[in-house]
């Protein structure tokens, strides 16, 4: 089964950064992504364990 799929613009979007941001997220590798083409798509089951990942426990 196939997840929803994201462009890196609207990952940034959702995320409120700028897309360079979500191409440097991935080409260090932090955020995975799927390849087709010259083009990136985001699965949204990549995205949310990026989110997690990224969580900060402030107390």
């Given at each position: 089964?196939?997840?929803?799929?994201?462009?890196?613009?609207e990952v940034a979007k959702m995320l409120r950064v700028e897309r360079t941001t979500i191409y440097e997220h991935i080409k260090k590798g932090q955020l995975k992504a799927?390849?087709?083409g010259n083009r990136y798509r985001i699965t949204k089951?990549?995205?949310?364990?990026?989110?997690?990942?990224?969580?900060?426990?402030?107390?």
């Open positions: 089964m196939i997840d929803e799929v994201y462009t890196p613009l799927i390849r087709i089951a990549h995205l949310e364990d990026y989110i997690q990942q990224n969580e900060v426990n402030v107390k």
